[in-house]
């Protein structure tokens, strides 16, 4: 089976046999139409595919079944073009799911529940008893989110520049940004924004965020606050909206670096209170392997392949791409 995990960030291909061994992974670029392009993303896709098959010595026609999770797959638009570009591949059987079904599966063992996807960008979903799947945001601040890397980042920015101009409270930001991005002070760093108005404020103050709320800045603890209430009020919409949850507890399928790598208490605090002041069964999980092993789950239940405990500690225990 080959499962594949594309995101803006990079797209991951990984091939294993029947027992969940791991045959052949391969690693490439942006695999998300939406922000490069469908014939780039495909090319990028291909590259990972290539790779993964290559390592493991086999041939298109000897898998199976290739499941990909790509960002971006999001409505019957995009699935069209995704179907019309995946088609070219040459697997005989497959799938395209959204990213977060992808991760969804990858955390939860009975594939119901609601996926939180808190990375660069942010997104939510869930499927529930009877197969219903909804989404919640992943279109970005426009279009309602108020979470993600690049909304942090957004936001730690903002609160530096009214802090320097004495329009906001005191905070760490206005040393730490300047610092990170190689500036002299905030007055340089301003200015020299003001020249690149267009550019995005650089995922790196994402971190400075997180740092300076390890020090006790109030702006910044408020900034991860409002985002762990702002992810809250994405997976209660989830729920209010799929409903025919049969299950209890509800799990939360946690993923993404902000929530997996940030680990911030404050954001994941407020996140959980803000979701059991509505659904006080839900219960919230980090996800325990990479997101492309979710893929190759999707596979193995297209095939009817049962899963079991030996499987799913084998994809938890290979670790990423970089494993």
Same mark, same amino acid.
């Given at each position: ?6 995101? $803006? ?5 990984? +091939? ?6 791991r045959?052949?992974?391969?690693? #490439?670029?942006?695999g ?14 291909? #590259? ?73 960008g ?6 529930? #008893?009877?197969?219903d ?40 930001l ?29 995922? #790196? ?15 910044? +603890? ?6 762990g ?9 989830? +729920? ?6 049969e ?6 399928i ?9 680990? $911030? ?9 803000t979701?059991?002041?509505? $659904? ?27 899963? $079991?405990?030996? +499987? ?8 990423g791409?970089?494993?």
């Open positions: 089976m080959l499962g594949v995990d594309g995101g $803006n960030s990079k797209t991951y291909a990984v +091939i294993v046999d029947r027992d969940g061994n045959r052949g992974q391969g690693i #490439s670029g942006n998300n139409h939406q922000s490069i392009g469908i014939d780039s993303s495909l090319e990028n896709i291909q #590259s990972a595919v290539n790779q993964a098959l290559n390592k493991a010595v086999l041939r298109p026609q000897d898998i199976s079944f290739a499941q990909f999770g790509l960002a971006g797959a999001d409505r019957e638009k995009d699935i069209n073009i995704l179907h019309k570009a995946l088609q070219t591949l040459s697997f005989k059987n497959w799938d395209v799911v959204p990213d977060t079904l992808e991760g969804l599966r990858a955390g939860s063992r009975t594939n119901t529940g609601v996926v939180l996807v808190c990375g660069a942010t997104n939510a979903a869930g499927r529930n #008893s009877v197969g799947t909804i989404q919640t945001g992943g279109f970005g601040y426009r279009f309602g989110d108020g979470a993600g890397g690049g909304y942090i980042a957004l936001e730690g920015f903002r609160a530096a520049v009214r802090a320097w101009e004495l329009r906001g409270p005191e905070t760490l206005t040393e730490m940004l300047p610092r990170s991005a190689g500036y002299q002070d905030m007055e340089n760093m301003y200015h020299s924004f003001l020249d690149r108005m267009s550019e995005e404020i650089p995922l #790196s103050f994402t971190l400075m965020v997180h740092q300076a709320a390890d020090k006790g800045d109030k702006t910044a +603890i408020n900034i991860l606050k409002n985002v209430w702002e992810l809250g009020l994405a997976a209660n919409s989830v +729920i209010k909206r799929l409903g025919d949850f299950t209890e507890p509800i799990p939360v946690l993923v993404g670096s902000v929530l997996q790598e940030g680990k $911030n208490p404050y954001l994941l605090k407020k996140l959980e209170k979701i059991k002041d509505k $659904n006080p069964t839900c219960q919230l999980f980090n996800l325990e392997m990479e997101p492309v092993y979710g893929s190759v789950l999707l596979a193995m239940d297209n095939l009817n392949i049962k899963t $079991n405990d030996d +499987i799913m500690n084998k994809f938890s225990s290979y670790g791409y970089y494993a």
